[in-house]
Nanobody, 125 residues
């Protein structure tokens, strides 16, 4: 199983980015895939998750109304749309997948077996 994130970069405050998480070696039927982020000198935190059975879950109050998660099963890809970005959103963003068949989202990173390499998001003027 391989997860590859893309779409990160430098954006001004108030701007938007869409991150992609492309999965290979992974049967895209029953799944739970989450987005996590880690800012410098901070712990990794769960942002959102999408489940093939339960829909999406937002874990961070600070991103509610600004970030959304979606999936394209035909492309084996999960997206993180980030709008109205703020400097405090600056972090490395990771996607992670739970083992196949485990379709419940969770905010504890230990429940995810597969991780991408991360993509840097920097929000700065």
């Amino acid at each position: 199983v391989q997860l590859v994130e893309s779409g990160g970069g430098l954006v001004q405050p108030g701007g938007s980015l869409r991150l992609s998480c492309a999965a290979s070696g992974f049967v895209f039927d029953d799944y739970a895939i989450g987005w996590f982020r880690q800012a410098p000198e901070k712990d990794r935190e769960a942002v959102l998750c999408i489940s093939s059975r339960e829909g999406s879950t937002t874990y961070l109050d600070s991103v509610k109304g600004r970030f959304t998660i979606s999936s394209d099963n035909a492309k084996n890809t999960v997206y993180l749309q980030m709008n109205s970005l703020k400097p405090e959103d600056t972090a490395i963003y990771y996607c992670a997948a739970r083992p196949r068949g485990l379709t419940s989202c969770h905010d504890w990173d230990r429940f995810y077996d597969y991780w991408g390499q991360g993509t840097q998001v920097t929000v700065s003027s």
